[in-house]
């Protein structure tokens, strides 16, 4: 089906009550007579690279490429291996055409190309080393190519930058793309003469040709094929030498004044530093640059010598909050931890994603913990993974930490909380399982032992294991292969003051985890608020554990049952608990890690519908004039945010919202706060803004030059306008217009397109809904920022009817967007409803639907979890 036509499709199947067809699927067959054309049908099947990785070794790739024109790249690439089988072999291309092959000097037909893989016969291979030559031609374009061109309005230049992750380098060159075939790889980048480039390898030569260049890199370290990287433009640089290594940073010309440039190569030096510092490992690259890469759709993207970050998250266009700052530094952290974690050492598969995903946010937290002990490090860690994971761990669509995987082209969907933020997560409790010394010496031997090569979980553990001198095999078993998480239940018996019996309670959330306990070390908290708290070591090994060290001692005010964060469970309080906390005891909290965590088992406690949202509602609007923490405040207003528009009733969010807008104005106007503080109360109220009142203040901060002590800059500006679109407040169009003339940065015409999104109108959502997939130019980055606005809950009724086609496209996104996409874009939908109609649209989608590949099935409970919540949550009232 034609891309320009799917849109129109889908709208028409669901008006007719039909669903589209299923993607087209070979025939089954009993038995496959021959293998090798099994291992021809698109994507890299699992059996493929098995295969592969038993019979082919040294890889090495001689990369050429021209990428002169605007919307194609011409190459050729060397491929010299060592095979020990006399089959044939099969490589994978699926740019757009093959224009020569030859093997060990032998041409060979175009015909071994079918669109996924090309065959090269076993009659033009020789035992031992291979030397293969291929011709190509690969796509350029905005979107949806293996090379991204982004234009610059602001000055015309145009810049080029590579996105394979994680299976996208066969779109670009032929190669063994799974990342247990890693390879040496050089390259010959030809671009327009005044063009920079950078990539992998050191840059070795520079020669001009008429109009042209031609960037020589040298050899690369073994590398996985994903990350591969290049990027070209005229971009500008700075560079500075930290203990004998240079740092580079790359940023648009345009933006230069803007990037900060000197604070991010400090900082990515810090980060290099303390790396090789807690690896005992030096870095394992012969140079290090970063990019800041334009409408960039990631956070960042690891490429060993080439860490490009997203433009837009790194250049600040007004003062940022300590939380965008400590965001901005994590997201460094991150990227060059896996530096080891996923580039020196690689997963064998992508099953194991987990792994370096895992790692890099859970030392990336270790880190910020050391470099600045007054950052929170371990609140930052726990606001940011926590509540992400148990959102989504305890949904029916949830997935073990080690994610099965058949085919390469089914790994866009193992993306996701799970790996990102249950894994790290995980690793912080088996940290605290073995101790720091000892989790340190186990990964040290690890990253010994597999440099420049592959590793499983199983090798992470066994590793230490070994420098614990403990079985880790049950470890395994209960957290990295089976699905879900517990909850644990606080029992306290108080008598005369005293302890009775304390015991912590264990069961799965959902059925699918199966029966039995998750073997868990944590620490119990008992809280007095007029003495010192009392913290026991408990080790959690049945599904009801008796914490034998409370029994007797005086009755506290509250008992929490993960204090430090070091388990990884649902914490269900007590009555007592509650009371005691909602009393006022919350308020005298000191430990701000611990303060966070509660606040976080209460939500749990509404999310479950055991608390009703007014309650937590008023609850924090009690609390809000004295939260002085910059990261919880954002957290609590987002809660209340979400209480107030999506949880309660039209009776109760008519009757709260005058109350809220109220003291959230107060918050973002009290002069005698910082900033930081008053900030997250100014975002918060533009994002409820409703009633007439609080339309009539947000009219008066476009026409005002400062709020929240700060002069009120661009960003703002526009989400006060797309707030107002989105309300469908008179002359919010003009005010729309009066913005777009204001603010014609890069960043301006993108917030344009996306506050765009927000109009209350059905053309409006057509139009959009029909980009989404017709619009070859959108770029990705844009497309996913409109789909919030799109989705606005005061539309829902207008966009319901796309909830079916939405639905009924996911097998075109899975193919044709990246990796995070399909999540934002079912988060989106899903998240932008909140009624019973909706929730049966979803069901009766997955029941007409019992052949959706598992993983989309699994996506779709995942992100229809909160939908479920939410009704009923309304329901109850």
Request: charged share 20%; proline share 6%; with cysteine.
């Amino acid at each position: 089906m034609r891309l320009r036509c799917l849109a129109a499709y889908l709208l028409a199947v669901s008006a007719a009550g039909l669903a589209t067809p299923a993607a087209a699927q070979s025939s089954p067959r009993a038995a496959r007579q021959d293998s090798l054309t099994a291992w021809m049908r698109p994507g890299v099947s699992l059996a493929l690279a098995q295969h592969r990785a038993r019979t082919i070794g040294d890889v090495r790739y001689a990369i050429t490429l021209d990428v002169s024109a605007l919307d194609s790249a011409v190459g050729r690439v060397g491929v010299r291996f060592r095979r020990s089988d006399t089959g044939d072999v099969i490589l994978d291309f699926r740019g757009r055409r093959l224009t020569r092959a030859s093997a060990n000097g032998t041409d060979l037909p175009l015909a071994i190309a079918n669109g996924a893989h090309l065959r090269v016969p076993a009659s033009a291979l020789r035992p031992g080393e291979n030397a293969l030559e291929f011709a190509f031609v690969a796509a350029i374009a905005p979107s949806g190519a293996s090379i991204i061109r982004f234009h610059d309005r602001a000055d015309g230049s145009d810049y080029l930058y590579t996105l394979l992750v994680p299976a996208d380098a066969n779109q670009l060159f032929p190669c063994f793309d799974q990342p247990d075939l890693k390879a040496r790889v050089t390259l010959a980048l030809t671009t327009p003469g005044g063009w920079t480039a950078l990539a992998n390898g050191a840059l070795a030569a520079a020669e001009t040709t008429g109009a042209a260049i031609t960037h020589r890199f040298a050899e690369s370290r073994p590398i996985s094929t994903y990350l591969v990287a290049f990027a070209a433009g005229p971009w500008h640089r700075v560079g500075r030498t930290v203990d004998g290594r240079t740092v580079n940073g790359y940023v648009r010309r345009s933006r230069a004044a803007e990037a900060d440039l000197d604070t991010l190569v400090a900082q990515n030096a810090r980060a290099l530093g303390w790396m090789e510092r807690y690896f005992g490992h030096p870095y394992g690259f012969d140079k290090f640059d970063f990019l800041l890469a334009p409408a960039f759709p990631f956070g960042g993207m690891e490429h060993p010598g080439a860490i490009f970050y997203n433009e837009d998250r790194f250049i600040f266009r007004e003062r940022p909050t300590l939380p965008r700052r400590l965001g901005r530094f994590t997201t460094i952290l991150h990227e060059v931890a896996h530096q080891w974690f996923g580039d020196l050492v690689t997963m064998r598969w992508f099953d194991d994603l987990w792994l370096k995903e895992g790692f890099a946010t859970y030392i990336a937290a270790k880190a910020l913990d050391d470099l600045d002990s007054t950052s929170g490090a371990w609140k930052t860690f726990y606001l940011g993974n926590k509540p992400a994971a148990y959102g989504v761990d305890q949904t029916a669509g949830t997935t073990p930490l080690w994610q099965e995987l058949a085919n390469l082209d089914q790994a866009k969907s193992n993306y996701g909380a799970i790996v990102y933020n249950k894994a790290p997560s995980v690793l912080k409790q088996l940290n605290h399982l073995v101790g720091d010394s000892l989790f340190r010496s186990g990964v040290q031997a690890l990253l010994r032992e597999h440099a420049y090569a592959n590793f499983t979980w199983r090798d992470l553990l066994a590793a230490i294991g070994r420098a614990a001198r403990r079985d880790l095999t049950e470890f395994g078993r209960q957290f990295i292969l089976r699905p879900g998480m517990p909850e644990v239940e606080q029992r306290l018996v108080v008598r005369e003051g005293r302890i009775v019996r304390l015991a912590l309670v264990q069961r799965p959330v959902r059925t699918l985890s199966g029966p039995g306990a998750w073997p868990m070390r944590t620490q119990v908290l008992l809280w007095y608020g007029d003495r010192p708290a009392e913290v026991m070591p408990v080790e959690m090994t049945g599904l009801a554990t008796d914490v034998s060290a409370a029994r007797g001692r005086a009755a506290p005010a509250f008992v929490f049952a993960n204090a430090g964060d070091y388990g990884y469970f649902l914490t269900l309080l007590d009555s007592a608990s509650i009371a005691a906390l909602e009393g006022g005891a919350l308020a005298r909290v000191g430990d701000p890690l611990l303060k966070a965590m509660l606040w976080g088992a209460l939500w749990d406690q509404v999310r479950a519908a055991r608390m009703p949202p007014a309650r937590y509602a008023r609850l924090v609007l009690r609390e809000l004039p004295r939260e002085r923490d910059e990261q919880i405040l954002p957290s609590l207003l987002g809660r209340l945010g979400r209480a107030l528009a999506a949880y309660a009733s039209p009776a109760l969010r008519d009757s709260l919202q005058p109350e809220v807008e109220r003291a959230l104005w107060e918050g973002a106007s009290d002069a005698s706060q910082p900033y930081g503080l008053r900030k997250p109360f100014l975002d918060a109220f533009i994002s409820v803004a409703a009633t007439p009142e609080a339309v009539g203040r947000l009219e008066s901060l476009l026409g005002a030059d400062s709020a929240a002590g700060e002069p009120l800059r661009d960003p703002t500006r526009w989400d006060v306008v797309t707030r107002l679109l989105v309300l469908g407040a008179p002359g919010a169009d003009q005010r729309l217009a009066a913005q777009q003339a204001r603010d014609t940065t890069p960043d301006g015409r993108r917030r344009a397109f996306t506050s765009g999104a927000g109009r209350p109108s059905a053309e409006t959502k057509r139009e959009y809904f029909t980009r989404f997939f017709s619009d070859t130019t959108l770029n990705e980055d844009w497309a996913t920022g409109s789909l919030g606005a799109f989705n606005a809950l005061e539309h829902q009724a207008m966009t319901l009817p796309y909830l079916r086609p939405a639905l009924d496209s996911l097998p075109f996104i899975q193919a044709n967007r990246r990796i995070f996409f399909l999540g934002s874009w079912l988060g989106a939908f899903l998240g932008g409803q909140t009624g019973d109609a909706a929730l049966e649209i979803v069901r009766r989608y997955l029941a007409e639907h019992p052949d959706l590949p598992r993983d989309l099935r699994q996506k779709v409970l995942q992100s229809s979890d909160e939908l479920e919540r939410t009704v009923r949550i309304r329901r109850r009232g």
